[in-house]
Every structure is written in structure tokens, then in C-alpha cells.
């Protein structure tokens, strides 16, 4: 019996084929006079070409991809981001923050941004009302902004945010509400405090393709209760981070995995007749909690 030695081995013939189109689409770039652009696309594409190639993708594998980003594009409006919705349920938002935040000292850990933060919210004072009649349990929340040397910040500007006690940010509706989001400023020795509602959890949207996607694996929509802040000033990095709410039952599976341990604080229930610390009359439960904030320098 005889072999046809002639005959290409048909593996080494395709993977001869699919390298030789990798090489010639990375070369494809060898003329961008962006030096930073040149190193992005061209390892967008090594790493995409070696995905493909890994998993053997059909091209109905293909296809139906392309049609998952067409329908995150199609829904993605001015207030709903779905791509960032995506971004945060597949982890890379949150390895974005942590590679983009090294540790610094004892500065305090960020964590998402998410898909609800709005410019322009309304100022409040020192002591005042973040919910702006959100329904929600009244929770006092305290603390200070230092360095991480320990000096007081001042005139920091904090942003808060968070979803009322039926899981929803303001822009989910559809009126012009503002509630349960306010900015204020550090006072002379770093100081803030203001009320809100106590965090509760509750899903992103996933009544879209992030969510079906989160279905098909079989994954939660949840995300953990929490309370958003941003804290900008000169020369310090701005903080962009959550506190979650110790005990919560989803702090291990937040679905957007922005749990950081040192972000997990106590939110301590007060009886109707506990007297607040602003002399505020409350007509049932609230909350108390502390959270101290060190930035980082530039």
C-alpha cells in the first residue's frame, strides 16, 4: 500500500490559511501614524483572531453575535447605556477600575461607575436630603474626606446616587423626576453629611439583550444595595465607588462583581423613636452609617 505524500495534511493547510490572513490584516496598520491606535487595534485583532480561532465559530455563531450587538446599539439611548451594561456583566468594567486605580496607601477602593450617573444633579448643603422624596427608608449617612496622609479635604464635591426602595434611578422613568441623587461639598475640616434612603438590592435592566444574555447562561440580574459616590477635587484622584450594605445576601454575587471588601460597611437600624443626629423627625425606621474617604493624590 501507498501514501500520497503529495497531499497537503488539511490541519496544517488551515491553520497555514488563517495565520496567513492574521498577518496580513495586522499589517494592514502598519501605517497609522498613531503610535498608541496602532498597538490597540492591532492587538484587538490578535486577541479576536485567536477567540475565533479557539472555538471553531460558526458563521450562524457569527451571525447571531452580530445581531446581540445590533439589538445593544438599537436600545442605547441618552439615558439607557447598554454597552455599558455589557461591559459590567462581563467583568471588564470592573478590571478597567482595577487596573486604572492602583492602590495607593489606604485611598479608598473605586469600583463601576454603572449606567445611572447624571450630570447636573441639584446641590444640596451640608445635612441635606439626597432622596428628593424617593420612597425608600430614611438612612443618615456621615464621614470625612482626607489624603492619605490624613489631612482634611475641603471643598470636595461628592455625588451621590442610588435607586429607590422599588430598584429604580429616576431616569428609568418616564417623567422628568430628579430623586435620589444630589451633589454637596466638604466642609472645612473634610466633613459631609447628608440624608438618603436606605440602599436596597435590585436588578439591572434586563429587559434587553444584556438580560436575555444573563438568562441564557444562567446568571442573576441582582446587584447587591448600595449607595454611589463620585468625590472630584483638584489635585487628588477622582474616586468613583460604592458602599454596600453588610449582611446583604448578595454581596458574593453582585452581577456586575463590584463588591470590594473595604467597601462594605454597616448600615445600623434605629427604632421610630431613636432622636436623629439633625434633630429630624422620623416617623418609623432609618438607618445610620459611616463611611471615611481617603484619596489618592494625582
Not at 492587538?43 to 472555538?55: D, G, M, P, S, T
Not at 471553531?56 to 446581540?68: I, M, N, P, T
Not at 483638584?234 to 465607588?241: A, E, F, P
Request: glycine share 8%; hydrophobic share 40%.
Amino acid at each position: 500500500m501507498t501514501h500520497d505524500h503529495s497531499a497537503p495534511d488539511i490541519a496544517a493547510e488551515r491553520a497555514r490559511r488563517e495565520q496567513d490572513l492574521l498577518e496580513r490584516v495586522l499589517r494592514s496598520f502598519d501605517d497609522c501614524a498613531d503610535p498608541r491606535l496602532k498597538e490597540l487595534m492591532r492587538a484587538l485583532v490578535r486577541h479576536l483572531h485567536a477567540f475565533l480561532r479557539e472555538v471553531r465559530l460558526s458563521e450562524e455563531e457569527w451571525r447571531k453575535g452580530v445581531e446581540f450587538l445590533t439589538r445593544v446599539g438599537h436600545i442605547t439611548d441618552d439615558v439607557r447605556q447598554e454597552f455599558i451594561l455589557l461591559s459590567d456583566v462581563l467583568g471588564a468594567s470592573m478590571q478597567m477600575i482595577t487596573m486604572n486605580n492602583p492602590a495607593h496607601g489606604d485611598a479608598t477602593e473605586a469600583t463601576v461607575l454603572g449606567p445611572f450617573f447624571v450630570d447636573g444633579a441639584p446641590r444640596i448643603e451640608l445635612g441635606g436630603d439626597v432622596s428628593g422624596g424617593a420612597p425608600g427608608e430614611p438612612c443618615w449617612v456621615e464621614g470625612t474626606v482626607r489624603d492619605t496622609a490624613g489631612a482634611a479635604v475641603p471643598g470636595a464635591r461628592v455625588e451621590v446616587w442610588e435607586a429607590d426602595a422599588d430598584g429604580f434611578y429616576d431616569v428609568q422613568y418616564d417623567d422628568d423626576r430628579t430623586m435620589g441623587r444630589a451633589h454637596l461639598f466638604t466642609g472645612p475640616d473634610g466633613e459631609y453629611r447628608f440624608w438618603a434612603n436606605t440602599p436596597t438590592p435590585y436588578p439591572i435592566p434586563h429587559d434587553g439583550p444584556v438580560g436575555a444574555l444573563l438568562a441564557a447562561v444562567g446568571r442573576s440580574p441582582m446587584r447587591a444595595s448600595h449607595l454611589h459616590f463620585l468625590v472630584k477635587v483638584d489635585g487628588y484622584r477622582t474616586l468613583v465607588t460604592h458602599i454596600f450594605v453588610r449582611g446583604d445576601d448578595l454581596l458574593e454575587s453582585d452581577t456586575v462583581f463590584g463588591v470590594r471588601d473595604s467597601l462594605v460597611k454597616d448600615f445600623e437600624s434605629r427604632p421610630a423613636d431613636t432622636p436623629t443626629p439633625d434633630g429630624r423627625a422620623i416617623n418609623g425606621l432609618w438607618s445610620k452609617a459611616r463611611f471615611e474617604i481617603v484619596l489618592a493624590p494625582v
